[in-house]
């Protein structure tokens, strides 16, 4: 089993109305108590081994680069990090310079996420966006430059108002980029978000058959599905997400991260206050945690499967874990097959295109 290592950067210039992600505006100016209390948590696990590495935020590229310098440094000083990891550190265009980018590539950074969006104008200064397109681009062109190879970029898509036209053309554009890697979002209203305070809404089924067109569109220029919303170019899959959902283990560092280690789930305080304080006083920042084990683990590993498109050998993971799924959720899956929303593959087990739309409600009965 592999391990990976989260570590998130809170900080953003301005929060996007979408976003519900755990984010601190407009408070970089605690950058370094907060670089401070990373290497402080870091220590607990001085020595372990980890296969891949994963800076995300928030805004990682709102650091400075004496903060990059720092957090680099403390990942190193405590953990073994494998000689091949891939090591993602996520950007955005307004804040990504030529300096940070050349101590990203310097310091053994090899993969950039760049949080692109759109390609189009008007759509980014509805998101909210602090960039616009030229921008984005030039953020790209910067980041090859400055010798990164694999670079992912960030879409997202499925807005009301949204023509198949539109798409099209926004999907033309960030194509002709030819990145190694592309996420796809479909716009989710997230109950934390500006968005759904305003009581905005996106249809469903509009987003599902924009969702044919984002396939089509991206597996035609070479970039082949693996997950729901992401796509690659062969040998760019992200190790880093697919040992998320290949069930594999994680340690995560900083406000709100996640961790995942011998059958158990816990995690961080997600405000900057409670996080900062936490760490000063105690030491640790854990505010919940769970157990994961038997059927719960084996179920939960299973509903990540399915978001895979090679899917899940049901039996191996039964095996490996030494648990079955109870028969009544072998039915449902049952049932699922049979309305083409699963299908059986010789060992493997996966969604349709038809069941990936509704992987929610797939993942509600089976829980
Ligand atoms: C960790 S977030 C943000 C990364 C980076 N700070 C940025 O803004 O580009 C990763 C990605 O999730 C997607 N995302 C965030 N909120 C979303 C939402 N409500 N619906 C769909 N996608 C969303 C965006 O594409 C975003 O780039
Ligand atoms: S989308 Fe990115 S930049 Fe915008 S608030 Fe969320 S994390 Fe920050």
Known sequence: MKT??????PFCMKKC??????VAVGQTGREEDYISALEREAFAYKGMAVESVY???GTPSCLSTSGIERLFCLIRDNFKVSEHAEITFEANPESITTEKARLLRAIGVNRMSLGVQ????ARLESLGRTHDADQAVRAFDMLRVCGFS???????????EQTHVALAEDLKAVLALKSEHVSLYALNIEQRSLYFARGKQVDADAQADMYEIVRRVVEAEGLLQYEVSNFAKPGFVSAHNMN????????GLGMSAHSHRDERRYWNA???PLYLSMMQEKGNAMTGEELLCGVDKLTEIFLFGLRMNEGVDLNELERRMNVELPMEKKEALESFIDMGLLEEDGLFIRATDQGRLVLDEISARLI
């Open 270 to 272: 997600d405000t900057l």
């Open 4 to 9: 990976g290592l989260y570590v998130h950067i």
């Open 150 to 160: 694999n670079i992912s970029i960030d879409v997202m898509y499925g807005f009301s």
């Open 244 to 251: 998320y959902w290949r069930g594999g283990e994680y340690i």
């Open 118 to 121: 759109s390609l189009n104008d």
């Open 17 to 22: 109305p979408y976003c519900s992600f755990a």
């Open 55 to 57: 800076i995300g935020g």
